[in-house]
């Protein structure tokens, strides 16, 4: 070990350095994670000094009787050597016996990031925009090898994490866990950041400050859950949106996960995230790898918008494929809301008459058009259209919809049966229960096992006629319930059952995004359930939660929008009240919260008086100029620096803040409120910039006919300052230029770089 001794592995992003090496013992030390540091730096006097002995500590060996593993850093952890806390890697290799001790044997470099056969989604470079660092480890006795991956995306500043274990024993061996990615920081003074709620709240921010013990964020639904995501940050006390030190790290998983956030008593922080092991137990044949879900870790020194900003631009560039990466994505016309299961082909055409006129694009029929399905206790796994409701059938339904310059897409959920279906009376099996249990249900219905060949042949067969049948442009693929009664007629053991039902999952989603390369797919858990990184590997979209209400949606799209771009984000103007919260809202409004990410429309546009559906109209057109904008733009949170009123700020902006479009959202009013400022920190300091707001109708709450505000100010007064924003209405006189808000009310403020000072 003695030639490896002190060999630094130093990994350069655009703007971050990560750095390990191999220590005395040929473990592996992590040195730094952080901003970019001076290319001849030297690493030595990172290593954490262990110059005394620990009281009550476990020396590595007799000699060295000063190595305590407790305290130190590592790149991956193992028990039984004195480390106390939660390791990385846990194998039963021998009836209980699981002390490893994995040291460094070799490691390569190779350019750009490569496809393991992992069965899971991942991520990709294009030519050499990334490079990939491979690490191996073995245990000191037992051939067991470990091969950590860490690719660099350099523009991304990302860096993705991934772990291979090779069993070349001569038995088999049982993985009780193996974290995706671990990071031990010597210090504990953090903020933990995650995004929780349940379904229809899904990712709500949760700021809080490390504390002693462990802190673990997980998922055993099955899916990664609106409970909470897999995403989650890591920040300074003092960080702020703009400023101060952030990591955020995302799983490229849609199963059972789970973050372990562990303050030490020493007061250091380890950090990890991976497959959740309390659901999970993997038997490795002699001669088998196991690979993990590649983790993704970002850094950012000014502030966590920026860290944002790094994983929308990895999403974009490393995670969605196909031709829908660059595209702009259409504005749709979805069903569900508007007329939920109660239709037929005359109702759907009038609809999408109406939806044409106001200038939407795609016209998805959502649950409803397949077998009996009149109501949702029923039918789920017969996907053939019903015939009462669309007598010529989907080609029929499709070509009048395409007739009508609308693209045409549907809802589709493949992975559940009915138990009222004719395919559960053909195949009873099919379903994940316990024979001799009465199975529990999740919205009346049965998830099929894909871990069997046999039902994912019938899906990519049954979804394959279905998409060509009604030549569709899009698809929303759905999935209703968390998992219960796990078992498997395949002889998957329960521990393996939720990992290879995903890896199930991958495979079907590869197989028909291939086969359909054109068709624009959505995913969906009802709402965010699966709004992860592993998804969008094969969905181009998510719908982001079932929840429509305006004010409810301010907190889950920033929530969201902490790891995920505005293109992979479906946001639908639905009707009011709500039907989630019957909170009453203006149309505008819930317009102003949509367009950030891709809009839709859910409404009954047909009983819509023809002064509504102008209003309808109006926003489309805008949208559709700032389309580019609103979905592939640069999306910022803004530095809350309002008066009284309690406000959401977001901006989206072009490359070089040449065009900006802001959002100024109140959740209420207030008489009397003060004054309100819009400061925009990135603004081009050396630039004029001009700024009105967007002209929107008197809705419920105006008390007037029209608003207009503008204002003209140098970029450096607008970055720095920000402007005072005209006086919103304050119980007194209303006169042109008084804000009237209202509750839950928003404004659009478009802002153009005029000129250079
Ligand atoms: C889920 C989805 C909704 C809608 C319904 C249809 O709840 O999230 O948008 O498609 O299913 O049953």
Redesign the pocket.
């Known amino acids: 070990m003695a030639s490896n001794e002190n060999l630094v592995f130093r990994l350069d992003s655009c703007n971050t350095t990560y750095a390990f090496k191999v220590n005395s013992t040929g473990h592996l030390e992590h040195l730094y994670y952080g901003k970019k540091l001076n290319e001849n730096t030297s690493f030595d006097v990172l290593s954490l000094k262990q110059t005394n002995p620990i009281g009550y500590g476990i020396s590595y060996s007799e000699n060295n009787n000063n190595l305590f593993f407790d305290n130190l850093s590592f790149e991956i952890s193992t028990s039984g050597k004195g480390d106390f806390r939660t390791p990385a890697v846990d194998i039963d290799y021998n009836s209980g016996l699981r002390t490893l001790d994995f040291v460094y044997t070799e490691h390569k470099e190779i350019s750009g990031k490569p496809q393991l056969d992992s069965g899971l989604a991942q991520s990709y470079s294009v030519d050499s925009d990334a490079s990939t660092l491979i690490v191996e480890l073995k245990d000191k006795i037992l051939p067991i090898y470990i091969h950590l991956y860490y690719t660099v995306f350099y523009k991304s500043d990302v860096i993705s994490r991934c772990t291979v274990l090779e069993n070349r024993t001569k038995s088999s061996i049982t993985i009780k866990s193996l974290a995706s990615m671990q990071i031990d920081f010597a210090d504990s003074d953090w903020n933990l950041v995650s995004f929780d709620g349940a379904w229809a709240r899904e990712r709500n921010i949760n700021r809080r400050k490390v504390q002693e013990g462990k802190t673990v964020i997980s998922s055993n639904l099955g899916i990664t859950g609106h409970n909470h995501s897999s995403l989650f940050s890591i920040e300074r006390p003092d960080c702020t949106e703009q400023n101060g030190e952030c990591y955020s790290f995302s799983l490229v998983y849609s199963g059972n996960f789970e973050n372990i956030i562990e303050k030490t008593p020493y007061g250091m922080l380890r950090v990890l995230s991976g497959i959740n092991h309390e659901t999970f137990d993997w038997k490795l044949e002699e001669g088998e790898l196991f690979i993990v879900p590649e983790a993704v870790m970002t850094y950012s020194s000014e502030g966590t918008n920026k860290a944002s900003l790094n994983l929308h631009h990895f999403t974009n560039n490393h995670i969605i494929r196909g031709i829908w990466k660059r595209k702009e994505r259409p504005i749709t016309f979805?069903t569900?809301e508007a007329v939920h299961f109660d239709y037929d082909e005359k109702r759907i055409l009038e609809l999408a008459k109406n939806a044409k006129n106001t200038g939407i694009e795609l016209f998805v029929i959502?649950?409803g058009w397949f077998a009996n399905r009149d109501n949702?206790r029923q039918s789920l796994g017969d996907w053939f259209v019903n015939t009462k409701k669309f007598p010529s059938g989907l080609a029929g339904i499709s070509s009048k919809i395409h007739r009508m310059g609308l693209s045409f897409g549907l809802?589709v959920?493949p992975e559940m049966i009915s138990r009222r279906s004719m395919l559960f009376g053909e195949h009873p099996d099919w379903a994940v229960v316990i024979p001799e249990r009465e199975p529990s249900v999740g919205r009346n219905q049965m998830i099929l096992d894909l871990t069997r060949q046999e039902i994912r042949d019938y899906i990519v067969s049954s979804m394959s006629r279905v998409f060509t049948e009604g030549s569709v442009d899009y698809v929303?693929w759905?999935m209703?319930r968390a998992f219960s009664d796990i078992a498997s007629l395949k002889t998957v053991t329960n521990g393996m059952f939720l990992h290879r039902y995903i890896q199930g999952l991958y495979d079907i989603m590869d197989k028909l995004t291939k086969a359909f390369p054109e068709v624009l797919f959505e995913g969906?858990?009802?709402?965010g359930g699966r709004f992860d990184l592993g998804m969008l590997c094969y969905m181009n979209q998510i719908?982001t939660s079932?929840n429509t209400d305006v004010l409810a949606r301010t907190a889950i799209q920033e929530g969201t929008s902490y790891g995920f771009s505005l293109n992979t984000m479906i946001n639908h103007v639905t009707t009011s009240p709500n039907l989630q919260t019957l909170r009453i809202s203006d149309i505008e409004s819930r317009f102003n919260v949509a367009c950030f990410g891709v809009l839709g429309y859910q409404l009954d546009l047909s009983s819509m008086s023809l002064t509504r559906q102008n209003i309808i109209k109006n926003q489309i057109e805008f949208y559709k100029k700032n389309r580019a904008l609103f979905q592939f733009g640069s999306f910022y949170r803004l530095p809350k620096t309002h008066g009284l009123s309690d406000r959401t700020q977001w901006a989206i902006s072009d490359q070089d803040a040449n065009n900006i479009i802001v959002l100024d959202f109140q959740r209420e009013t207030i008489a009397n409120p003060g004054h309100e400022i819009l400061r925009i920190p990135f603004a081009d300091s050396s630039a004029v910039y001009e700024i009105s707001s967007r002209i929107q109708s008197s809705d419920t709450l105006s008390i007037k006919e029209t608003e207009t505000e503008q204002y003209r100010v140098s970029g450096d007064i607008l970055a720095n300052a920000g402007i005072p924003l005209n006086s919103s209405f304050s119980g007194t006189e209303c006169n042109e230029g008084t804000r009237v808000i209202g509750d839950f009310g928003s404004r659009l403020y478009i802002i153009k770089k005029v000129n250079k000072n």
């Open positions: 979805n569900w959502d649950d949702d809802w959920e929303k759905d209703n969906s858990a009802a709402g719908w079932d």
